[in-house]
T-cell receptor, first 114, second 112 residues
């Protein structure tokens, strides 16, 4: 089955700097890669995703890149702000429709220093 | 507000007791999922249901059971709780054509 590894487990950056979180996956059939943000006491919330036919996707200050050959993908947050402090999860699945079970990484706790 | 409702929000349970965690969604999503979240282990899939009337096992199904009598409800039952089931449990749902999962706010369960 799919295995998703995520690094680092904790990350602290100065406000205004960039943060990068990296993930690798094992199942070459995976073609959908979402990223979730979890704030304290809440459930995870989808922030961005990428499908295997695209190498990069941006949404304002966040971007995700995908290297299918190497089976790794990354989340980039630029101009970090205090509200970016949260736990971030990468994930992978074989499809973006329902019934395609998503396998999650172990999470990265991002702290933004003022 | 459309979404997923989980109950209770937290519970302390004696080992050996039976417990049902409730999950209800009002988005008419076909698929629903139960995950447990433990420190350093991320989210692990317990059980899932592709549509009403069907269920399947995830990564860590032992000690848990689910049912899907209708589209909206997907309860998770611990038949005889053990301390290793202490965790935060999240219910989620998804549907074709929509991106990713919608998660509930979670149930924090402590088995003592």
């Amino acid at each position: 089955g799919e295995n998703v590894e995520q690094h680092p487990s904790t990350l602290s950056v100065q406000e205004g700097d960039s943060a990068v979180i990296k993930c690798t996956y094992s199942d070459s059939a995976s073609n959908y890669f979402p990223w979730y943000k979890q704030e304290l006491g809440k459930g995870p919330q989808l922030i961005i995703d990428i499908r295997s036919n695209v190498g990069e996707k941006k949404d304002q200050r966040i971007a995700v890149t995908l290297n299918k050959t190497a089976k790794h993908f990354s989340l980039h947050i630029t101009e970090t702000q205090p509200e970016d402090s949260a736990v971030y999860f990468c994930a992978a699945s074989r499809g973006y429709s329902s019934a395609s079970k998503i396998i999650f990484g172990s999470g990265t706790r991002l702290s933004i220093r003022p | 507000i459309a979404g997923i409702t989980q109950a209770p929000t937290s519970q302390i349970l004696a080992a050996g007791r039976r417990m049902t965690l409730r999950c209800t969604q009002d988005m008419r999503h076909n698929a629903m999922y139960w995950y447990r979240q433990d420190l350093g282990l991320g989210l692990r899939l317990i059980h899932y249901s592709n549509t009403a009337g069907t269920t399947g096992k995830g990564e860590v199904p032992d000690g848990y059971s689910v049912s899907r009598a209708n589209t909206d409800d997907f309860p998770l039952t611990l038949a005889s709780a053990v301390p290793s089931q202490t965790s935060v449990y999240f219910c989620a749902s998804s549907d074709p054509g929509e991106d990713g999962y919608t998660f509930g706010s979670g149930t924090r369960l402590t088995v003592v």
